[in-house]
């Protein structure tokens, strides 16, 4: 039995594709939702709309601190895993539902009287940005070297894992399942959605923005510089910046007394809807690792707001640049990435990694 742990939307959307190959196979699995940072309430709609079954197990752990949060997510975790004894355990990324899944998952195999035969597989390893300040960065490491099986998406990834002494047996490189995630909902997203014409937009002319992390977003100063870098393209161009707005994200605009100027503000959306919005935008400017993927599978040039990285591959092949935080750099990078040609090729795979690993576990 597979037990799949998941607690953030980007998670609910990756994990898609192996959720579907689990069902197509008839592997006999269970979803555990840890309600990272939204109740299974909240994300109902991301498992009804892309036709997932509800998870089995909800733990509505909510925001905490960083180790609040790590902390109550294993103590739940490990009570299902005792109760339900999965043979694999699967984590997804770099949040702290990755490394309390991965660290209770290695703890119950620890040598004692209740000791439980689990083995750790990490989907999206292998990805660094080098900066051990981002908390993703630390999650992502530690749950790379607690892992039995890592599915890394890219050559790339996978040298990272090997500098780091993780042993080779361990590494399967798999193409990422965002690939299989946008290829499978793309015509879906289609035929349910129409958020460009409900928002009184046209293809490929307007710019999307997303902004929520942690680094960016709880600093003024990296906040203010942002916006006034996104002002600065609304006035350079005088096309729509639509900005869906991150719960956090406004908080802190709103604690912080900045204002928004230029940007089309809207609530945050189902995914469906966003994969439409975003695959029809002019450009992307993001801090969403999940965004610089997709919008580099979608042919959408993109501005990373940010100082690094752990997606080198889209850098490489002319799809995306670092901006950071200053407002002229923003508004350089956007202007040469309106300017590049959309021919990059899609370095993340072609569609099929879900199938992939549900085959190197089974096999």
Known sequence: MFAIILGTRPEIIKMSPIIRSCERKGVNFFVLHTGQHYSYEMDRVFFEELGLPAPEVNLDIGSKSHAEQTGAIMTGVEKVLFEKRPDVVLVQGDTNTVLAGALAASKCRVRGERSLPVEVGHVEAGLRSFDRTMPEEVNRVVADHLSDYLFAPTNSARKNL?????????????????????????????????????????????????????????????????????????????????FPVHPRTEKMIKSFGLKIKGIQTIKPMGFLEFLQLESKARLALTDSGGVQEESCILKVPCVTIRDSTERPETLDVGANVIAGVDPRSIADAAEKMLDTPRSWENPFGDGKAGDRIIKILCA
Do not use: C, M, W
């Open 162 to 242: 090997r500098r780091e002494g993780i042993e080779k047996r361990k590494i399967f490189v798999t193409g990422n399942t965002i690939v299989d995630a946008v290829f499978e909902n793309l015509a879906l997203s289609e035929k349910k959605a129409n958020i460009v014409h409900e928002l009184g937009l046209s293809a490929d002319n307007y710019f999307l923005v997303t902004l929520h992390r942690q680094e960016n977003v709880d600093d003024k100063k990296r906040l203010k510089g942002i916006l006034d870098g996104l002002t600065r393209i609304h006035d350079s161009y005088g096309l729509p910046l639509v």
